[in-house]
Every structure is written in structure tokens, then in C-alpha cells.
Antibody
Framework: QVQLQESGPGLVKPSQTLSLTCTVSAGSISSDGHYWNWIRQPPGKGLEWIGYIYYSGSTSYNPSLKSRVTVSINTSKNQFSLSLSSVTAADTAVYYC???????????????WGQGTLVTVSS | DIVMTQSPDSLAVSLGERASINCKSSQSVLYSSNNKNYLAWYQQRAGQPPKLLISWASTRESGVPDRFSGSGSGTDFTLTISSLQAEDVAVYYCHQYYGLPYTFGGGSKVEIK
């Protein structure tokens, strides 16, 4: 069973860039049909999908964040990363990395999650 | 974007009683070519990441107790907990994976009465 673990600064200043990394263990980030996602959850609120990346480098982003988001992948380190620019207090959230995959010819829902990391945007 | 609307926002149910949560999508999440609803339900306990309970609107994941069931098709779905247990206290989310961007309902908080 794939394990995911987020890492990165817990505090980011307004207007700066938030950067997080997700380390994948017990599995290869280059596995065919696996998609590597970022999802966030503001304190006390619901879930917002940020985007995903495939091992080939193909990405898809939420249009609401697309102008500020970059997701990248490092297959040699079995990691993928999130970069969110020009952050404001509204970007304060728990950030999760997560995985979904093709199985049996069907795209499954997200079924593996990291524990999440709280990022606070404050001066 | 497909908007997912859940109701109620919260509910309090006695132990052993039934709890039902509704989810409505702004457009159908039924894929006609395979007749599958791309609708999932998650449970999120306090301080934990979401846990996948049900996929394809009604298929329980391995290890999920059979008191959890999902139903519905097209745009209207329901998660039912047939006999509420103390460990079921959580927020429940519906999620559509039919189209991008993936979207989630606003969540329904289940508490013990």
C-alpha cells in the first residue's frame, strides 16, 4: 500500500510562494496509471482539489488556482511537489497529497492520502 | 465545474439509529458508456485525512463496515449509516470524479444525540 507524506514550511508570508513536497513510499511514483494529487482544506471548512500530475509530467489544475499553481514531479526521488505563488491568508489550509489511479479500465476516486500539513499564511 | 451540494450540514442521531446524508450534483455523474456513477463518499474524523468509504456511488471499499451503504444515480445520491456507532462521529463528504476539476460536497457532520 502506497504511503504519502507531506513536508514543507508551516508558515509562509503573504505574497510569497508556498512550496510543499510529497514523498511516496512503498510504491513507485512512476507506476502506470497513478495520478498524484494536491488537495487542501481551510481550517473548519471543506475540501478543494488543487491539481494532479502524472509521472510523464502531464498536469491538470483547478481553474480557480491555475494562474498561481505549479505541480512538478521528481521520479528519481519518488517525490512530487506543489508551488503556490502570491499567497494570502485565504490560502491558509491543511494541504494533503493524495493518489488516485486507473484500475480495471476505470479511473478510481482518490483512495490514498497523506496525513496533511498545516500551512499558515501570516506576516 | 460540477457543484456538489450536501444536506443536511449536520445531524445528531441516537446510537443504533439510522443516519442519512444527501448529495446532489449540478450535472449527471453517470457515465453512459459503462453505466457507472463517478461518485464517492469519504469519512473524515477529527484531525485525520479523509477515508474512502464508497466508490461508484454504492460499492463499499474493503474493510468498510456493512452498516455504511450508498445509493442513487445520475445527480442524486444518499449515504446511509444503518445503525450509528460511536466511532462513526465524523464529517462525511461526497466527491465527484466524473470530470475535472474534481469537486467535493461541503460536508455533513454526524454527531451522537
Amino acid at each position: 500500500q502506497v504511503q504519502l507524506q507531506e513536508s514543507g514550511p508551516g508558515l509562509v508570508k503573504p505574497s510569497q510562494t508556498l512550496s510543499l513536497t510529497c514523498t511516496v513510499s512503498a510504491g513507485s511514483i512512476s507506476s502506470d496509471g497513478h495520478y498524484w494529487n494536491w488537495i487542501r482544506q481551510p481550517p473548519g471548512k471543506g475540501l478543494e482539489w488543487i491539481g494532479y500530475i502524472y509521472y510523464s509530467g502531464s498536469t491538470s489544475y483547478n481553474p480557480s488556482l491555475k494562474s498561481r499553481v505549479t505541480v512538478s514531479i521528481n521520479t528519481s526521488k519518488n517525490q512530487f511537489s506543489l508551488s503556490l505563488s502570491s499567497v494570502t491568508a485565504a490560502d491558509t489550509a491543511v494541504y494533503y497529497c493524495a493518489m488516485n489511479r486507473w484500475l480495471g479500465g476505470l479511473m478510481r476516486p482518490i483512495d490514498q492520502w497523506g496525513q496533511g500539513t498545516l500551512v499558515t499564511v501570516s506576516s | 465545474d460540477i457543484v456538489m451540494t450536501q444536506s443536511p450540514d449536520s445531524l445528531a442521531v441516537s446510537l443504533g439509529e439510522r443516519a442519512s446524508i444527501n448529495c446532489k450534483s449540478s450535472q449527471s455523474v453517470l457515465y453512459s458508456s459503462n453505466n457507472k456513477n463517478y461518485l464517492a463518499w469519504y469519512q473524515q474524523r477529527a484531525g485525520q485525512p479523509p477515508k474512502l468509504l464508497i466508490s461508484w456511488a454504492s460499492t463499499r471499499e474493503s474493510g468498510v463496515p456493512d452498516r455504511f451503504s450508498g445509493s442513487g444515480s445520475g445527480t442524486d445520491f444518499t449515504l446511509t449509516i444503518s445503525s450509528l456507532q460511536a466511532e462513526d462521529v465524523a464529517v462525511y463528504y461526497c466527491h465527484q470524479y466524473y470530470g475535472l476539476p474534481y469537486t467535493f460536497g461541503g460536508g455533513s457532520k454526524v454527531e451522537i444525540k
